[in-house]
């Protein structure tokens, strides 16, 4: 299934994903940012980010953040673009492991590798977490459960694509975090 928003050119849909273990998620979601439907163009990049920045700023539960918080790997690209667009400066959380300090551990339960870490010292700080796409919510809300107890305050959760088929508005809705999309699976 494709989805185009009317304001931006967006394309979007699930792909199964091959040689997969049983826990992990079996359907991916490609888009046009990821590079794996079509090469890039650097125009693209910054009119998806400068769209989620507009969308979030006109949300209705609209926070401005401190700093952008960016989930390894498909909310890097997203995580730049809404930087650029927005000139709010970011951080990215990691699947690396490192001897660093303000080390923060949460988990990704449909990934093969599971383990994701945030570096630097937040508290205080008001974060947006900008991602790809969100499909059960279950990844957001224990970051967000992390970032909560390191007195952090998230203002809410920026993605591209909401696939609808894991309901994860309702998840986001419960833990109090403002969900924002660009479109819907």
Same mark, same amino acid.
């Given at each position: ?6 304001n ?5 849909q ?10 992990a998620?079996?359907?991916?979601i ?10 890039v163009?650097?125009a693209t990049l ?11 700023s006109q949300h209705? #539960?609209? &926070?401005?953040?401190?700093? !952008?918080l960016? +989930?390894?790997a498909g909310?890097?690209?997203?995580? %730049?673009? $809404? ?16 001897d660093l300090p303000?080390?923060k551990?949460f ?5 093969r590798?599971?383990?994701v870490?945030?570096y630097g010292?937040?508290?205080?700080s ?6 790809? #796409?969100? &499909?059960?919510g279950?990844? !957001?809300?224990n +970051?967000?459960?992390v970032?909560?107890?390191?007195? %952090?305050? $998230?203002t809410?959760i ?5 696939d609808t088929?894991?309901?994860p508005r ?5 833990l109090?975090v403002?969900?924002c999309v660009?479109?819907?699976?």
């Amino acid at each position: 299934m494709t989805t185009v928003p009317e304001n931006l050119s967006y394309r979007a849909q699930r792909v199964q994903r091959l040689g997969v273990p049983p826990e992990a998620r079996a359907v991916r979601i490609v888009h046009e940012l990821d590079g794996i439907l079509d090469q890039v163009h650097p125009a693209t990049l910054l009119g998806a980010g400068t769209t989620l920045w507009q969308a979030w700023s006109q949300h209705p #539960e609209f &926070t401005a953040p401190d700093v !952008l918080l960016g +989930l390894d790997a498909g909310g890097i690209l997203p995580t %730049v673009a $809404v930087a650029l667009a927005s000139g709010v400066p970011y951080r990215l959380a990691w699947k690396l492991d490192l001897d660093l300090p303000h080390k923060k551990t949460f988990t990704e339960p449909h990934a093969r590798r599971t383990e994701v870490f945030t570096y630097g010292d937040l508290a205080g700080s008001r974060v947006l977490v900008v991602d790809d #796409e969100i &499909t059960t919510g279950k990844t !957001l809300a224990n +970051l967000v459960s992390v970032l909560r107890h390191a007195d %952090v305050e $998230v203002t809410g959760i920026a993605c591209l694509i909401e696939d609808t088929s894991g309901n994860p508005r309702q998840l986001m809705e419960s833990l109090g975090v403002p969900l924002c999309v660009l479109t819907n699976l």
